[in-house]
C-alpha cells in the first residue's frame, strides 16, 4: 500500500491484475453503477437523444436561418445536421469495453510498476452516486493520451458506468480506433466552431441533453489539452458554460463536478513534450502511428508509476445565485455571467494543484536544476544528493505538498541508505535522462536526434540551432519534471523575486509581488485578481510561510533576507526563466515596428521571440540563459495573460495591435528588480553521450 502524507489510503489496482487471469476479470458478471439516477422515460438511447437535439427549439432556429441564408431546403440543412450528430455522439457498448479492457490490462501491467489510487475516495464517491440524483461530472488533470484511458480502467475496475468522455475529432479520424473509442463512451467535438453556428448549437444542445438525459457521468479536461509542461495549464470555459447552463436551466437539482488529478512518475510522451515546447509539432494521430507508439513495451516498467488522487466533489450549485436563477426564468436566453464560469473553473484547477501527487524524480530535478546553476564545477555525487534530498523533501513539506513513498521505503527511517535507496529507484525510469556516470557524478544525457528537424516546415517557431537543440532538449526535459513542484512552491518564488536580494520597503515588494503574479498568472493557471485586498491577504499568507522557513524577516518597515539563503537561492533560480520569457516577449511587441509590417501575428511574435531568447542563451546574455524560456507555451501564455490585460487587442483575423505605453512600464518595472543571475550556464553544460554506460543501478 502507497504510503503518502495528508492522503486517505491507496491502492495498487496492477497488484490484483499480476494474480488474476485478465480474461476472467474482464468478462465477469456486471452492473456497473449509474451515477444519474434517472426515470426510465427519463433515460434516453442514444436515437432518441439525436432526436431530442434535432427537436430542439434553437437547433430548429438554426436550421431554419442557415437554409435561407444558404438558399438550399430545410431538409437539406437537417440532414446536414444528423450527419454532425451521427459524428458527436457516443454509443456505449459492454462487450467493446470488455475486450479493450483485455488488451489495456496486458499494457498497462508491461509498462507501469503500479497505478495507485486513493480507494476510500471511490467508495465514498460509489455511495453518494447510489443515493443521489445530482449529475457528476469527471474533471481530471491533463497529463497524457492515458489519462482518460486509465481514468476509464479504474472505473472499470469498481464496477461503475464509463462516462461520456469529450474527445477531439483527432481520435474519430482514427481508422478502427475511432469508432472503438465512441463505443467506450467518447463523443467527438471540433477543435474550433465558434463560428459554425448550427455546429455550436448542435453541441451546446447534445451536451445540455447528456446532463439532463443520460446515466452516465461526463468527462472532460478543464485544460482542453495536454499539459506539455507537466503543470496545470489556465482553464478553458466553453464546454463548462454549457454544463452549467443545464443547471441554470433547472434540468438537473445539481452537478457535482469530481477534481481528479494525475500524476505520472514517466508520462509516455515525455521526449515530444520537449520538442512540442520548442516547437517541433507533435506527430499526427493515426491508427499507424499508434502501432508504432507500441515500442514503448519494448522495457518493462519503463514509465514507473502512476498516482490517481481523486479530490472533494465541488457543487456547482454553489456558485449560481437565486439572481442568476431568476434572470433565466425572466429571460430564457440569459446567459450565466462569466465570472461564475471561472471561479468555478479556477476551484477545479485549484484542486489539482492541491492534490498533485509529487513523485521523488520531481524534487532531484528540482535540486539538479539548482545545483547546474549555483554550483557548475560540483555537480552531484550521491552522498550529496541524499543530503539535500533529505532538506528538499522537509522543505516541500513545509510548502503543504505530499510525496509519494513506495511501500518499499520506510517513511519514518530517514537513514542515507533508506534515501539513497529511494533515489537510486526513482532514477531508473529515467536512466535515458539523468544517470550517474562512471565517476559516480549525476549528469544529464544528450536526448537530441538530429533526425526531428530534418522537415523544418512544420516549426512551430523560429528554427533553432542544432548546438541549441543538443543542450536545450534535455534541459527543458528535466524542467517539465521539476515544474509539478511549482504547484506548492510558485507564489514563494514570486515573493522572493520581489524582495530580492537587498533590503527594500514593505510597499515597494507588494507592488513588485502584484507585478509579477499578474504578468504570472496565466502561466501558472492562477485567476487574475483585481481586489487589492484580496492580493494583500495571499501576500501576508505567503510571507508568514517564508516567515516560519527562517528565509526572511521583517526589520523597521523593511523586508530582509536572512542568512541562510538556500531556501532564497533555489526559489529564486526556479523563477528566472518564467521572468525571462516574459520581458523578452513584452521587448518584442514593444521594439515592433509597425512600418516595416503592418500587422502583429501571434506566429511572427513567436518566431521573434525565441530567436531572441536563442541569441541570449548561447550569448551568455542576462535575459535568457536559461534553455526553458525557448518554451512556446511560455511565449504563448505570456502573449494570452497580455490580451487579458488589454494591452495586446484583437483586430481581425490573426492580427493584433499594440499599447507600447503600458510595455514600456511593465519593461521599466521588470529592469528594476535588479535580479541576480546564477554562476552555471547551461550552454557550457557537458552532457553525457547517449551510448554512454548506465550505472546507477550498480551504485
Not at 10 to 32: E, G, N, Q, T
Not at 538 to 560: A, F, G, H, P, R
Request: charged share 20%.
Amino acid at each position: 500500500m502507497l504510503k503518502m502524507e495528508n492522503c486517505s489510503e491507496f491502492v495498487d489496482l496492477l497488484c490484483a491484475r499480476r494474480k488474476d487471469c485478465d480474461i476472467l476479470w474482464v468478462s465477469r458478471p456486471m452492473d456497473p453503477l449509474s451515477p444519474h439516477k434517472l426515470p426510465p422515460e427519463s433515460n434516453y438511447s442514444r436515437n432518441k437523444m439525436i432526436q431530442t437535439v434535432l427537436n430542439d427549439e434553437k437547433v430548429r432556429l438554426a436550421i431554419t436561418s442557415l437554409a435561407a441564408v444558404q438558399q438550399e431546403s430545410v431538409r437539406t440543412v437537417v440532414k446536414k445536421a444528423h450527419m454532425i450528430l451521427n459524428e458527436m455522439a457516443s454509443k456505449a457498448h459492454l462487450p467493446t469495453v470488455r475486450w479493450i479492457g483485455l488488451i489495456i490490462t496486458k499494457v498497462l501491467k508491461r509498462i507501469f510498476v503500479s497505478i495507485y489510487i486513493n480507494e476510500n475516495a471511490i467508495f465514498k464517491m460509489k455511495k453518494e452516486m447510489q443515493i443521489s440524483q445530482v449529475q457528476y461530472v469527471y474533471a481530471p488533470s491533463h497529463r497524457s493520451y492515458l489519462d482518460f484511458i486509465l481514468l476509464s480502467y479504474i472505473l472499470f475496475s469498481y464496477d461503475m458506468a464509463l462516462p461520456n468522455i469529450a474527445s477531439g475529432m483527432d481520435f474519430y479520424q482514427m481508422y478502427i480506433i475511432g469508432e472503438a473509442l465512441r463505443k467506450t463512451g467518447a463523443f467527438y467535438m471540433r477543435r474550433s466552431f465558434a463560428n459554425d453556428v448550427l455546429y455550436k448549437r448542435i453541441f451546446s444542445s447534445y451536451v445540455m441533453s447528456l446532463v439532463k438525459h443520460s446515466d452516465r457521468a461526463i468527462e472532460f479536461f478543464i485544460e482542453g489539452t495536454r499539459s506539455r509542461s507537466l503543470k496545470s495549464v489556465a482553464p478553458k470555459f466553453g464546454l463548462l458554460s454549457i454544463i452549467l447552463e443545464s443547471l441554470l436551466e433547472g434540468s438537473v437539482p445539481d452537478i457535482h463536478f469530481i477534481p481528479i488529478s494525475i500524476n505520472y512518475e514517466r508520462p509516455p510522451e515525455e521526449l515530444l513534450f520537449a520538442y512540442e515546447l520548442l516547437g517541433i509539432p507533435k506527430p499526427k494521430e493515426s491508427t499507424t502511428g499508434l502501432l508504432h507508439s507500441l515500442s514503448i513495451l519494448q522495457k518493462p516498467y519503463a514509465y514507473g508509476r502512476v498516482v490517481f488522487n481523486v479530490g472533494e466533489p465541488i457543487p456547482a450549485s454553489q456558485f449560481l445565485s437565486m439572481e442568476h436563477r431568476k434572470a433565466k426564468v425572466l429571460s430564457p436566453y440569459t446567459k450565466l455571467p462569466t465570472s461564475v464560469t471561472e471561479k468555478l473553473a479556477y476551484r477545479i484547477i485549484d484542486s489539482h494543484k492541491r492534490n498533485t501527487i509529487l513523485m521523488p524524480f520531481n524534487l532531484i530535478s528540482l535540486l539538479f536544476n539548482e545545483r547546474s546553476q549555483t554550483h557548475p564545477d560540483s555537480p552531484y555525487m550521491l552522498d550529496c544528493l541524499v543530503k539535500d534530498y533529505l532538506w528538499c523533501k522537509n522543505l516541500l513539506r513545509a510548502f503543504n505538498a505530499i510525496i509519494h513513498v513506495e511501500k518499499s521505503i520506510d517513511t519514518n527511517d530517514q537513514s542515507a541508505n533508506t534515501v539513497e535507496q529511494e533515489i537510486l529507484n526513482t532514477l531508473k525510469p529515467h536512466e535515458e535522462l539523468l544517470t550517474f556516470d562512471k565517476s559516480k557524478t549525476l549528469k544529464l544525457k544528450e536526448r537530441h536526434m538530429k533526425t526531428k528537424l530534418k522537415n523544418d516546415l512544420g516549426v512551430k517557431g523560429y528554427t533553432l540551432s542544432e548546438k541549441t537543440m543538443k543542450i536545450a532538449v534535455p534541459v527543458i526535459n528535466i524542467s517539465i519534471y521539476l515544474n509539478p513542484t511549482l504547484s506548492f512552491l510558485i507564489k514563494s518564488a514570486i515573493v522572493v523575486v520581489a524582495i530580492g536580494m537587498e533590503k527594500i520597503e514593505l510597499g515597494i515588494a507588494f507592488k513588485r509581488y502584484t507585478l509579477l503574479r499578474t504578468l504570472l498568472s496565466t502561466e501558472f493557471a492562477m485567476p487574475l485578481i483585481e481586489d487589492e485586498s484580496v492580493i494583500k491577504s495571499e501576500w501576508k499568507e505567503v510571507l508568514n510561510l517564508l516567515s516560519i522557513q527562517n528565509c526572511i524577516s521583517v526589520q523597521t518597515d523593511m523586508y530582509i533576507q536572512k542568512k541562510d539563503d538556500k531556501i532564497f537561492s533555489l526559489l529564486y533560480n526556479v523563477i528566472l526563466p518564467f521572468i525571462d520569457t516574459v520581458y523578452v516577449t513584452c521587448l518584442v511587441l514593444f521594439e515592433w515596428d509597425e512600418t516595416q509590417s503592418n500587422y502583429v501575428t501571434i506566429q511572427a511574435v513567436l518566431i521573434e521571440v525565441q530567436k531572441r531568447i536563442e541569441e541570449a542563451f548561447l550569448e551568455g546574455r542576462e535575459w535568457g540563459q536559461h534553455p526553458y524560456s525557448l518554451s512556446l507555451d511560455l511565449i504563448n501564455t505570456t502573449v494570452s495573460n497580455l490580451l487579458a490585460q488589454g494591452i495586446l487587442s484583437y483586430e481581425k483575423r490573426s492580427i493584433y495591435l499594440i499599447d507600447k505605453i503600458k510595455l514600456a512600464l511593465i519593461l521599466e518595472q521588470l529592469q528594476d528588480l535588479s535580479l541576480k543571475r546564477p554562476l552555471g550556464l547551461y550552454i557550457n553544460a557537458v552532457l553525457l553521450p547517449m551510448s554512454s554506460p548506465i550505472v546507477s543501478a550498480k551504485l
